[in-house]
């Protein structure tokens, strides 16, 4: 029996998504048992003619050139290329073909194989007796038979002559045809698949649709397919084989096209015609080829685009038909009302006549509503730059998107297969929307619980979108710095999607909690590696690693990475990048102390991004700090904190100097939201205790957290004795603290760790710090034994991580404490280049609230300002130790009045000079200055009632008159 296999693909009509345009399909390969020859093939695909009035095809061309290549792998038979004769566009002229096809005549013997492959228009010609014909490159507009174009019955009697002398023949042929071509006016197109279907009768037939459809090509479809043509690729290669048997029979084919073919076309409709015996086995499975082939292949593809259409459409109403397209491309969607496109569709859907083509503008309307979206969708799975910038930012542009994509779904229907896919992608850029810009009024909680909401809805459609676990894990991170709720999310994106950056990205941000690197360091770097191994331009991993590795050098490596990917991408490819990857040029740049053009890059980053993204303005704050421009890292330090007013702790911890301009409003929400128990659950500094004793408010700093803290303290650091033991001090309880260190230095020095006891001398140690502590409690003759301990090596432990407090070091202190103040004088300016004063001035201002060392603490401020160049806020406390400590208002006087000189903007600096004036009873000055510090923002008007130095002014009319003022503001 010889069996020839045709696959007929008329791709006509445009058709929404993946326009009409019949795409012949893959290679049908017949596998009659007992087939042992040679096999050759002709593969023919015509996307470009030489005639401009036939209407050029987008993928004809691919899908021949995929053809042949499966033709050459082992699901196709393992061809020589020899053996396969492929001509696309220009080189499949008529001539070329028939005499392509004479020689496959010729060379074929009994017991071979041959395959024709075509793809490309079909049209008919005659409107009596139609004659079939398909157009190669140089046929005419019309008039077929004069020559150029390929007519079926040629074809036939090729085929029939081969099947006679025992050749297997396989015969695929996607022709369409489009345009206003000889048989337009009769039925072409149909025509044309009754002409196959009666000169290839009694063969097995394989048709993209039926005569009445026009079949669809679009880039969804294998990033530009005929759709029958990818699906049939996609079955031949295994995914029809369903009982698993490794072969595949027409059955199992016509099941698999029927069912993937319709459900994409929707809403057209477009059924493939199969016709021959059910049972014929059409190929075999190759496992591993079908492995490959899974591999390599893009997830089904859930787009809804639109193509150019492949025939003429004679529509009821061709105006309203224009004024619709013209609404779809001059973005006019939903609006404005009477000029919409969705008014203009409304039309036409609510009118019989147009319901041959309702499938037609169904296609267009939706391609359109969702364009926008799944650009988006997939520049954030491709991690485009602007795109990732976006999602780090939580910028939302596609506001609109969410009523486009439920509009969207109300015209599918739910029963549409993309109907949940589009839903999710609804709620995904609905969950986007919830931002305190477009919000003003809610709280940033309730915005999170906003956009998690419509992430769960979105879930709910689709368990499958990664997209929608990153968006979830990103609220928990950034937004709520619930890490292991963020882990669990990120986790679940990268498993749908191992190889998507942003899902290895985040998970390896996630692995790494709100620490260096957590628990899980190696596990940090490695998936923080894998995003890079996946793309190497993306920067943002770079500089994350260089946080990741505990030695400088280490850190410094990535850090220049960064920096020479990121000037090779400014060379390349200036345009597209984005404002977050200039912030962390900045961050790379204020690492490696490159410290004037890191500025550059934060200003730049910060321009781009309209100023509205307030990270810029805290690591300005970072590197104006280390230039020593305090007063700049203030200023900026303040501007973050109007783009993000409730982050109040961080910016004091941040920059000391800024913690004097808090407004005495955000100082109390500070002091009432403020939970010791989860600061010290999360290892972060007391902020009350630091803002009180900065404040000079040292009884309600030694009184911070006494009654409840302690449970909590021994819980989170038991592990840890001296990061204990350095709580307990920091807190306000040196006893106890030298207590715990005792027992554990004890322990050591009578244990057999050789490590561990010298451990103890080093900088940061058990010594040092009983030393210190000590120190502060007045036990001179024992902090010197602790001393001798260590080596009688100085220490300044102020830029250690926990352990700060001794900035001038141990020398300076147990000097001043035995009196000799020359050789503790001498030891500070010998330490001139190793202490950052503006740390200094925090160390003796809490040395105040732990020991009361208030005279210890003058000495050091005095010494700064004799040594160094110090920022006003120097001059500002030492003016208040000696005002308020040791009654001396000569002393401070002066240095209160050039604090307000160095930086007249600071209201605190003014009020403590009116307070001043006052008690020299310098009224009208003190009025003036008070005047000055309520202009400036000074409103801690509790302090201002209690502050006894003003009794005498409370009655006077222009206190009163300033009192109405600022107070009733």
Known sequence: MKIIILVLALILQLSVQGQGTDKGVVPVTNLKSGYSGVTRAVVVGISKYLTPEITDLKYADKDAIAFANWLKSPAGGSVPEQNIQLYTNEDASQETIGMALWDLVDSSKTGDRTIIYFSGHGDVEGRLVQKGYLLTYNSPKNIYSSGGAYSLADLADRVNEMSINGVQVILISDACRSGAFSGSDFGGPQATVTQMQKYFENQILLLSCQHNEYSLEGEQWGGGRGLFSYQLENALYGLADQDQDMHIQLRELRNYLESEVMKAAEPNHQTPKIDGPITAQICRVDPLSLADFQKRMISSSRDFMDTEGRSVLKFPDTLLYAHFIAAIEADKLLSPAGESANDYFNQMISDPAWEPYYGHIKRKFVAALTKEAQLAINRLLKTDPKMADEAFQGKVRYSYLPAYLNRACDVLGEKHYLYPYLKAKQYYFESRTYTNKTYPDLSTDSLVQLSLQAIEKGLAYDTGAAYLYLEKGINYYWKQSSFEESKQSFRKALDLSPTWVLANFYYGLALSGNGANGDNKEMVIAYLKEAIKYDSTFLPAYERLSWRFPTKEEKNFWREEYVWRMRDLQEKDPDNIPATYYRYMGLCLLHLNILDEAEKYFLKGAEMSNYEDPLYFKQLGMLYEKQ?????????????????????????????????????????????????????????????????????????????????????????????????????????????????????????????????????????????????????????????????????????????????????????????????FDEADSLIKEHKDQVEFIYAAEDVLQLIAISNQVDYAIFILEAILKYYQPTPDIRYHLARIYIEQKGDYPHGLPLLEQAVQLDPEQPNFAYHLATAYTHFNRLDDALSFLEKALELGYDNFEELARDKRWNTLRNTERFMALMNKYWQE
């Not at 501007?639 to 109040?648: A, C, E, H, I, V």
């Not at 911070?704 to 038991?718: A, L, Q, R, T």
Request: charge should be positive; charged fraction near 25%.
């Open 628 to 820: 020593k421009k305090y007063i700049e890292a203030a200023r900026m330090i303040k501007k973050y904190r109007l783009l993000r007013p409730n982050d109040t702790g961080v910016t004091i911890i941040a920059n000391p100097y800024f913690s004097l301009m808090l407004p005495s409003t955000d100082r109390t929400e500070l002091i009432e939201t403020h939970n010791l128990n989860t600061c010290i659950e999360k290892k972060q500094d007391c902020l009350l205790h630091f803002y009180y004793f900065m404040n000079h408010d040292f009884e309600s700093c030694r009184n911070i957290g006494k009654e409840h803290f302690n449970d909590v303290i021994e819980k989170v650091f038991k592990d840890k004795t001296q990061y204990l033991a350095h709580r307990y001090y920091s807190l306000g309880d040196p006893v106890r603290a030298i207590m715990i260190l005792k027992d554990y230095v004890f322990r050591i020095e009578n244990g057999i760790n050789e490590l561990a006891k010298d451990s103890l001398k080093h900088s940061g140690g058990a010594y040092g710090q009983l030393t210190a502590y000590n120190l502060a409690l007045g036990n001179i003759a024992e902090a010197e034994l602790w001393f001798a301990k260590k080596g009688m090596e100085d220490e300044l432990c102020f830029d250690l991580a926990w352990l700060g407090g001794w900035s001038f070091g141990l020398k300076t202190w147990l000097a001043f404490s035995r009196g000799r």
